[in-house]
């Protein structure tokens, strides 16, 4: 294996990804989240089926996980017009409950990203009993 600066290289590069400096970065590309069920099935279920009972609990369609707009928490002008012109309703129905429940609580590891923010190592967390995936607790 390659080293640089004393860690080894992720072959996860050599299989086209860009960013694999956390689970599910939601600032990856989109080709990158379609690649998870081939190589991580039980692990992008998991996340899957969270998301999807996350929306269904606020009301969201199933469109709104699909394309991808779970991963902004403030959706910027680009995709609000995106989600005009493919007819999905991207405001939550209990906006004033638990879409202010759902909050990602950092852990560690805070570094700069290339898409502008930064990166963290950290916990989601939904609104439902047992956070993310089943945890009791956020990690750490």
């Known amino acids: 294996m390659h080293k640089i600066a004393g860690l080894e290289y992720n072959p996860l590069y050599d299989m086209g990804f860009e960013r694999v400096g956390c689970w599910l970065c939601p600032a990856a590309l989109g080709a990158e989240f379609r690649r998870m069920p081939e190589l991580h099935a039980e692990l992008y279920q998991r996340w899957d089926s969270y998301l999807r009972d996350w929306a269904e609990r606020l009301g969201l369609p199933a469109g709104y996980i699909e394309h991808g707009f779970w991963r902004w ?68």
């Open 73 to 140: 928490r403030e959706h910027p002008p680009k995709m609000r017009l995106l989600a005009q012109q493919l007819g999905i309703d991207i405001v939550p129905k209990d906006a004033g409950g638990e879409a202010e429940a759902f909050r990602i609580g950092v852990v560690s590891g805070i570094s700069p990203c290339k898409a502008g923010g930064y990166s963290i190592e950290g916990s989601a967390r939904g609104g439902q009993a047992g956070g993310c995936c089943g945890n009791d607790e956020d990690a750490g």
